[in-house]
């Protein structure tokens, strides 16, 4: 037992010597490797996509923007949700013409509607005869509704009443109607209040 004692401090004590010595001969052939080996680190690239959402996506644009997000959330949401397509020069052209029809539409519809104001304000007044009480006082009143009835009466034009904003009309006299025919444009029509 004693000799198996023996053997075991002598073999760790001749392993301790050993690798002390193998550390200090490595230490110093490894200062002598770093002065010729040297590590270059590269930026990691970004890796951002270019799409047109067909959808409007809450925090990142709306239906038909063009816009850049990174792949990893294109390929793992947007894609598989139908929300996005990537970019391809034939889809950029379209876009571009559907863009130009879309502009055109608006015009169209802003020059229709200011001839429609043109047309309104040269009428002149509309009438509106209600039933009369005591003095200027009118019975009831003039609701944008009246006055939509009379514009379709008397120009054939058919107008939605939430476009027309008209003062409280509750006794004879005249008043100015506004209606927003476009959000750029709006007409101004005079109102006559009779008494029957």
């Known amino acids: 037992m004693a000799s ?9 004590w001749l392993h301790n010597r050993c690798v002390t010595k193998n550390m200090k001969s490595e230490t110093t052939k490894l200062t002598n490797r770093t002065s ?6 590269q930026k990691k690239a970004k890796k951002v996509r270019k799409i047109i959402l067909k959808d409007d996506v ?34 950029l052209k379209e876009m571009k013409m559907e863009e130009e029809r ?5 015009k169209r519809v802003k020059e229709e509607a200011q001839q429609l104001a043109l047309i309104f304000e040269t009428v002149g007044a509309f009438k ?6 005591k ?23 058919d107008v939605d009443k939430r ?9 004879t006299g005249e008043y100015v109607a506004e209606l927003k025919l476009h959000p750029d444009v709006t007409a101004r029509v005079r109102l006559t209040v009779f008494a029957n």
């Not at 006082?137 to 034009?157: E, H, N």
Request: hydrophobic share 45%; glycine share 8%; net charge positive.
């Open 36 to 41: 010729v080996l040297t590590v270059v680190a």
């Open 163 to 171: 476009i027309v904003s008209l003062p409280e009309i509750r006794e």
């Open 4 to 12: 198996t004692s023996l053997s075991w401090n002598s073999s760790s």
């Open 58 to 91: 809450a925090e990142l644009g709306k239906k038909g923007q063009l816009i850049d997000v990174k792949a990893g959330y294109l390929r793992n949401f947007l894609l598989p949700m139908g929300m996005a397509q990537i970019v391809t020069p034939e889809l």
């Open 102 to 106: 879309i502009e055109a539409e608006k």
């Open 135 to 157: 003095g200027k006082q009118i019975f009831g009143s003039v609701t944008a509704q009246d006055l939509v009835d009379i514009i379709k009466a008397q120009l054939q034009r």
């Open 128 to 133: 509106v005869k209600r039933k009369g009480g």
